[in-house]
T-cell receptor, first 114, second 114 residues
């Protein structure tokens, strides 16, 4: 059982380039999330989705776009990468809230923008 | 304005002793709290959780205590083992108000010395 899989694991971009990070989950979870982790900042929510075809902004959405065309996939796009977007990106998924919100995380994508 | 605070960036403990990691929150609407553990180059993994209707939850060597009046929770690890060395994140949720989204603290790096 793969759980939550992120691709790629590492990427170096030049300022202004675009890219898409892919997240796939095989647990039939409704909710999916994209977080970024920066030193001393913990995990901050970028965008999330409560179901196929829906997306919503999180705490730090600027500079990112997302799509949830299929229930199992959640894509994070950077249209014009900036050095401030250098970070480790984590995707997560969870069941709808019925009393708990345990989320399962992928292994992360380390992105460097030069 | 940080809603979930982990004021100790690091903690060092001797193997076999107790590790106590602390977390404070400001939002009285939070009703579910979780602890995640993160090793380097891996995604966070769920450790233990507690609902606001309880004041204690225990799972093996891990116990979480919740003091709602003080808006404080703590994670106790007894006995501590070298394999427990990791970054621990406290997270909170207010359920429907945030669509189940988790708000994370900045993390505490635990080092357990043999």
């Amino acid at each position: 059982n793969a759980g939550v899989t992120q691709t790629p694991k590492f990427r170096v971009l030049k300022t202004g380039q675009s890219m898409t990070l892919l997240c796939a989950q095989d647990m039939n979870h409704e909710y999916m999330y994209w977080y970024r982790q920066d030193p001393g900042m913990g995990l901050r929510l970028i965008h999330y989705s409560v179901g196929e075809g829906t997306t919503a902004k999180g705490e730090v959405p600027d500079g990112y776009n997302v799509s949830r065309l299929k229930k199992q996939n959640f894509l994070l796009g950077l249209e014009s990468a900036a050095p401030s977007q250098t970070s480790v990106y984590f995707c997560a998924s969870s069941y709808p809230r019925t009393g708990n919100t345990e989320a399962f995380f992928g292994q992360g994508t380390r992105l460097t923008v030069v | 304005d940080q809603q979930v605070k982990q004021n100790s960036p690091s903690l060092s403990v001797q193997e076999g002793r107790i590790s106590i990691l602390n977390c404070d929150y400001t939002n009285s609407m939070f009703d579910y709290f979780l602890w995640y553990k993160k090793y380097p180059a891996e995604g966070p993994t769920f450790l233990i959780s507690i609902s606001s209707i309880k004041d204690k939850n225990e799972d093996g060597r891990f116990t979480v205590f919740l003091n709602k009046s003080a808006k404080h929770l703590s994670l106790h690890i007894v006995p501590s083992q070298p394999g427990d060395s990791a970054v621990y994140f406290c997270a909170a949720s207010d359920g429907e108000g945030s669509q189940g989204n988790l708000i994370f603290g900045k993390g505490t790096k635990l080092s357990v010395k043999p």
